[in-house]
T-cell receptor, first 114, second 113 residues
Framework: DVKVTQSSRYLVKRTGEKVFLECVQD?????MFWYRQDPGLGLRLIYF???????EKGDIPEGYSVSREKKERFSLILESASTNQTSMYLC?????????????FGPGTRLTVT | AQSVTQPDIHITVSEGASLELRCNYS??????LFWYVQSPGQGLQLLLK??????LVQGIKGFEAEFKRSQSSFNLRKPSVHWSDAAEYFC???????????FGAGTRLAVHP
């Protein structure tokens, strides 16, 4: 089974802190994604990566950055956390950029910024 | 612009009753469509997908969905709901580029005993 893991299930940070959310997949997938999930808004794509060191902005990249130094790991960085970044963050991966495939999701990290 | 609309935010059904969750999409070509389920505190799990071919798609946990091009719809159905089906359901569309997905806002399903 594909396994996507996220470093924390729950995280509480203070305004202005730098926050790292880590995601690891064990199936050698090319594509990795970061979403935030908010009630009534569904999932919105923050960033995605289709290869090591490659990244593309999604629909809501402001206030976030990402890093992909190894194929299996994709990190989301909040440079200076703000209260409006309190949300559920979901990481996903998919096998290939050339064929349409479903995405496989991690369990999510619920981040609270106080 | 591509979009997915789930008109029902909350739905409540009785256990054993039938279920239909609505999904409408806006896309210029033949879409790739997905239904995911999210149980409380969990990530998303794929229920079923439509890429091409037979417009009635069978998925896991007894769910099925029907693609109707004329109505731009991909509704999810289950003939008899179980209490364990209580969850949030998301319809999603892929434009085929890098497997990016566009999600609907979700429908939260409650099941009464």
């Amino acid at each position: 089974d594909v396994k996507v893991t996220q470093s924390s299930r729950y995280l509480v940070k203070r305004t202005g802190e730098k926050v790292f959310l880590e995601c690891v997949q064990d199936m050698d997938h090319e594509n990795m994604f970061w979403y935030r999930q908010d009630p009534g808004l569904g999932l919105r794509l923050i960033y995605f990566s289709y290869d090591v060191k490659m990244k593309e902005k999604g629909d809501i990249p402001e206030g976030y950055s990402v890093s992909r130094e190894k194929k299996e790991r994709f990190s989301l960085i909040l440079e200076s956390a703000s209260t409006n970044q309190t949300s559920m963050y979901l990481c996903a991966s998919s096998p290939t950029r050339t064929l349409v495939y479903e995405q496989y999701f991690g369990p999510g990290t619920r981040l609270t910024v106080t | 612009a591509q979009s997915v609309t789930q008109p029902d935010i909350h739905i409540t059904v009785s256990e054993g009753a039938s279920l239909e969750l609505r999904c409408n999409y806006s896309y210029g070509a033949t879409p790739y469509l997905f239904w995911y389920v999210q149980s409380p505190g969990q990530g998303l799990q794929l229920l079923l997908k439509y890429f091409s071919g037979d417009t009635l798609v069978q998925g896991i946990k007894g769910f099925e969905a029907e693609f109707k091009r004329s109505q731009s719809s991909f509704n999810l159905r289950k003939p008899s709901v179980h209490w364990s089906d209580a969850a949030e359901y998301f319809c999603a569309l892929s434009d085929g580029g890098y497997n990016k997905l566009i999600f609907g806002a979700g429908t939260r399903l409650a099941v009464h005993p």
